[in-house]
């Protein structure tokens, strides 16, 4: 009896070799950077051109009585700045000031956020309403919160007096620490709903059926919130954070109206701006606006180095 020889089966196809994908992704990457060259290029000679020149002014001594008249200081203004007084006071008054509109900011933004995200009838009207106050102009709000709070004609002085409520006798432009929460409230005021903005878009991208879970497995409001909404929100949340901290140590329209940088408000580009326009001194305010600019860098280099990896992870988690 013959026998059958059968014959192997062929080998499956294998996948596609991880050289090739990669070669693909770097051929993608180049083309990228071609394409976005011109840009990148322009914006890094606008951005470069500016700080620049700060520089070299920051390294000179310019004489404003007589014309021409200049000589190269180096680092001594620099010097100046950080052994002076008036530098570090305004540190800590921005640091102070973005410290409490920041928190406060981030806190109600997730409030707003939340009630935004509810299904009710006319919240489209709601949302137009709530982002209005981002729309006004910075100098436009400080003037109308400086109204407010004009001793015995001010909205809020006189309901403080009306009420017998603390504060209704008090200048509050006038004193330390009741200034710095005037400018406080009128950035709350004024950005809150952009920290609420990119929250609720953070909350729009969380599935239903997450929280449908939740409910199955007994899980309550604070639970869910606590659990669930906030772990979710948190790249949101980073977000909103490394805008506005930027913005809040870059501040210089809401203390210059409010109370021209007086009764421990002054930050730190007023006092590069006082130095710069006002007392003339080229040299000492451009060292001033670069200090100011290098402290804003690093702050911005530490929350990209935190902050970012934070929201590296989540999206890993999410994965």
Do not use: C
């Not at 014309?67 to 008054?93: C, H, K, M, P």
Request: aromatic share 10%; hydrophobic share 50%; proline share 5%.
């Amino acid at each position: 009896m013959a026998t059958k020889t059968i014959a192997p089966s062929a080998p499956p196809s294998a996948p596609p070799s991880a050289p090739r994908t990669n070669a693909r992704d770097r051929a993608e990457r180049r083309l990228a950077f071609r394409m976005t060259a011109p840009s990148l290029i322009l914006m890094a000679l606008v951005a470069a051109v500016p700080i620049g020149y700060a520089i070299w002014l920051s390294l000179n001594q310019y004489s404003v009585r007589t014309a021409g008249l200049s000589r190269f200081v180096g680092l001594d203004n620099y010097i100046a700045a950080l052994t002076s007084q008036e530098w570090w006071a305004a540190f800590g008054q921005t640091f102070t000031f973005a410290a409490f509109s920041v928190t406060l900011e981030l806190i109600l933004g997730t409030a707003m956020a939340l009630l935004l995200n509810l299904a009710f009838k006319g919240r489209a009207v709601l949302r137009t309403v709530v982002l209005l106050p981002y729309a006004i102009i910075t100098v436009v709000s400080a003037i109308t919160w400086q109204t407010m709070f004009q001793p015995n004609l001010g909205l809020v002085t006189n309901v403080l007096s009306t009420l017998g409520l603390p504060g209704g006798d008090v200048v509050w432009l006038g004193e330390h620490g009741y200034a710095m929460a005037v400018i406080v409230m009128a950035d709350v005021w004024k950005t809150t709903p952009f920290a609420a903005l990119i929250i609720l878009a953070g909350l729009q991208v969380i599935s239903a059926e997450t929280y449908e879970a939740a409910e199955l497995d007994g899980a309550s409001k604070w639970q869910t919130f606590l659990h669930i909404t906030l772990p979710l929100l948190r790249p949101a949340i980073v977000l909103a954070a490394i805008f506005r901290t930027m913005d809040a140590l870059r501040v210089f329209d809401l203390p210059f109206v409010l109370t021209r940088g007086a009764n421990g408000t002054e930050s730190m580009s007023m006092l590069a701006y006082t130095q710069l326009r006002e007392n003339r001194l080229v040299g000492e305010g451009s060292a001033l606006s670069i200090l100011t600019f290098l402290t804003v860098m690093v702050v911005s280099v530490i929350y990209i180095r935190f902050g970012g990896g934070n929201i590296r992870d989540v999206a890993k988690e999410e994965q």
